[in-house]
């Protein structure tokens, strides 16, 4: 009598299929929770149809699973995709970090189906994905590195060897939390970033805040970094760059508008940064915000591991 094989493995099957853009795509979920199939077509694929077959087959294998938010009027947004438990796994495995909880996946959907200011989180993300989306269409441009808001929640983060040891005891409040951070990259020049996503919803007295922060971390610590504030509109552009003038920040604070760059069509990597200080001296594209090199910004703090319950904290 033939003896059955034994059923193969789950997670070695997806590894047997997964592809360099798969894992890509895979780490971006772990790090950054959710993303839309717009938002990962526009990154990673040729087309949306060539992503969405791509999607359907990641989801049959377990590696992601998906939702789709209700409209206040009707209806359902696009489908917004997050890691299955394999996919968990997956990315656990290449990154040598021990298993997953059992419940990883669940708990993490589960939150971020319920959170509530998941635009905003979408939004941010959004940003990375349009500079993805144009270094696919320009090969002398790279988003080089993409991190999470987690990467800088840690108690300590910011301090390197020469800072102002001063620095740890304002704790992690006293310091900024940016929504991500980046290093771009264009013509043989990079640039590391810090990114603000502001939906317009909070006061303008706590963007001013933030750009105190950056000011405390740029005086007490080798970061110099600058600071990206992408707002929703040029009224509060304008008022928050009169306030900035009462501040007169030392730090490198640019900003520009969602409604900017919808007129413009432009990607953030363009000509749409209004960098605080040059007057009206024009916009400029991002690779050339002003930034001096340090010995220190290779390296780069490491995202920490998604918590059990989803938490992908502001």
């Not at 049959?60 to 696009?78: C, E, I, Q, V, W």
Request: proline content about 9%; overall charge positive; charged content about 25%.
């Amino acid at each position: 009598m033939r003896s059955r094989l034994p059923a193969p493995d789950p997670l070695l099957r997806l590894q047997a299929s997964i592809t360099a853009r798969d894992d890509r795509l895979l780490g971006w979920l772990y790090d950054h929770g959710v993303l839309t199939t717009e938002q990962i077509a526009a990154a990673l694929f040729p087309s949306r149809d060539f992503a969405q077959r791509r999607l359907r087959r990641l989801t049959t294998l377990r590696a992601t699973d998906r939702f789709r938010p209700n409209k206040p009027d009707g209806g359902s947004y696009p489908y917004h995709y997050v890691l299955d438990q394999l996919g968990y796994e997956h990315v656990h495995a290449q990154r040598g970090l021990g298993p997953p909880r059992r419940d990883q996946a669940r708990r993490r959907k589960q939150s971020l189906t319920s959170r509530a200011d998941l635009p905003h989180l979408l939004g941010g993300n959004q940003v990375f994905i349009d500079l993805a989306a144009y270094a696919r269409a320009h090969r002398d441009a790279a988003l080089d590195c993409w991190q999470p808001a987690s990467a800088f929640h840690s108690p300590g983060v910011f301090y390197r060897d020469g800072d102002n040891p001063q620095m740890m005891a304002r704790g992690p409040t006293g310091l900024p939390r940016p929504d991500g951070a980046g290093v771009w990259t264009e013509h043989g020049r990079s640039v590391p970033f810090f990114l603000e996503y502001d939906t317009g919803r909070e006061r303008l007295d706590v963007l001013t805040e933030k750009v105190a922060k950056y000011e405390r971390l740029y005086a007490m610590t080798t970061w110099g970094w600058p600071a990206l504030f992408h707002l929703p509109s040029a009224r509060r552009e304008a008022n928050l760059h009169h306030r900035l003038a009462a501040l007169a920040p030392t730090a490198i604070i640019a900003t520009t508008t969602a409604e900017l760059r919808a007129a413009l069509d432009a990607s953030p990597a363009g000509r749409v940064w209004q960098l605080w200080g040059l007057g009206t001296g024009g916009r400029i594209r991002l690779v050339d915000l002003p930034y001096t090199n340090a010995p220190y910004d290779t390296e780069l703090p490491t995202p920490a591991p998604p918590k059990p319950d989803g938490e992908l904290a502001h």
